[in-house]
């Protein structure tokens, strides 16, 4: 059975750093773009970054230059290391693996986390 889980998860402060972790299991880590989004109260899950087997990434432009997304081949895991960090930046963060065509849309995506909690305090 596929399971992602994250952790990492916690609340900071505006302009602080959290880093999100993603351990990957019954899966062929190397077959699956890696995602992360986030779904904030009252609004719809949204990209936030994907990263490729080979290291090449994409980020939604709200976290450019802010959130990096790196990924362990060895270890199977995904990583999300987010600072200066905004208060809109609350929301649950998840982390998705799929075989996309499209690497903003949560729909190509075929596995899901069980989300892990960032607030972000002003």
């Known amino acids: 059975q596929v399971q992602l889980v994250e952790s990492g998860g916690g609340l900071v402060q505006a302009g602080g750093s959290l880093r999100l972790f993603c351990a990957a299991s019954g899966l062929t880590f190397s077959n699956y773009i890696m995602g992360w989004f986030r779904q904030a109260p009252g609004k719809e899950r949204e990209f936030v970054a994907a990263?490729?087997?080979?290291?090449?990434?994409y980020y939604a432009d709200s976290v450019k230059g802010r959130f990096t997304i790196s990924r362990d081949n060895a270890k199977n895991t995904v990583h999300l290391q987010m600072n200066s960090l905004k208060p809109e930046d609350t929301a649950v963060y998840y982390c998705a693996a799929g075989r996309v065509e499209y690497v903003a849309g949560p729909a190509q995506y075929e596995h899901w986390g069980q989300g892990t909690q960032v607030t972000v305090s002003s």
């Open positions: 990263i490729w087997w080979s290291g090449g990434t």
